[in-house]
């Protein structure tokens, strides 16, 4: 049972375009959302965290938006850039262990 | 220096075989994790050691039995390995439990059995 639920399953963005990805979640102790970029043949690495009591986080193109009363997340990718082409997890945890969306592949065009 | 890294990267077996996979952080953390990640990249957490105690065993088969002989080493090892059983297997680390959103993941193994 998926736990955070995850979209869209893959997008495709030409460069310089907004890359959105949507996220929602159930379990009320989840109280840290991470969000997990994967090349392809590498492992995850940490992109950028939001806590619930923030709305909104920005680190340099990246930016999670955070609906607490909808229980709903979102990362949006400004300028997106090939180099972006990635697939991004959402995850969230109640602080013991991690549980990862389904994963969105996202392919930027030159 | 690699932070999390495993060996080997790719491990290719016939059905029916045991095999080993290990994992060593050189990043001071205290907890370690194994997850699996399928075909259509689903990462799911198997297992979770802090301090060398098993925290976290989720439903996963008994022929899986992680080892951990110190805080920077967790080694999984798999007996009768199955079809099923082929995925990509990452290890990772976290300072300790309450940073767990904070993962640093391996470059992950590779695991096809035939």
């Known amino acids: 049972q998926q736990q955070v639920k995850q979209s869209p399953q893959s997008l495709i963005v030409q460069k310089g375009g907004i890359s959105i990805i949507n996220c929602a979640y159930e379990n009320t102790a989840f109280d840290y959302f991470p969000w997990y970029q994967q090349f392809p043949g590498k492992g995850p690495a940490l992109l950028i965290a939001?806590?619930?009591?923030?709305s909104e986080k920005k680190e340099g193109r990246f930016t999670i938006s955070f609906n607490k009363s909808a229980k709903q997340f979102s990362l949006h990718i400004m300028d997106s850039q090939p180099g972006d082409s990635a697939t991004y997890f959402c995850?969230?945890?109640?602080?013991?262990?991690?549980?990862f969306g389904a994963g969105t592949t996202v392919t930027v065009r030159a | 220096d690699t932070a999390v890294s495993q060996t080997p990267k790719y491990l290719v077996t016939q059905m029916g075989n045991d095999k080993s996979i290990k994992c060593e952080q050189n990043?001071?953390?205290?907890?370690m994790y194994w997850y699996k990640q399928d075909s259509k990249k689903f990462l799911k957490i198997m297992f979770s050691?802090?301090?060398?105690?098993?925290?976290i065993n989720e439903t996963v088969p008994n022929r899986f039995s992680p080892k951990s002989p110190d805080k920077a080493h967790l080694n999984l090892h798999i007996n009768s390995l199955e079809l099923g059983d082929s995925a990509v297997y990452f290890c990772?680390?976290?300072?300790?439990?309450?940073?767990?959103?904070?993962?640093?993941f391996g470059p992950g193994t590779r695991l096809t059995v035939t």
């Open positions: 050691y802090n301090n060398k105690e098993l925290i």
């Open positions: 995850a969230a945890t109640p602080g013991y262990k991690l549980s």
């Open positions: 939001i806590r619930p009591d923030v």
């Open positions: 990772a680390s976290s300072q300790d439990v309450e940073d767990s959103y904070e993962q640093y």
């Open positions: 990043l001071g953390h205290d907890t």
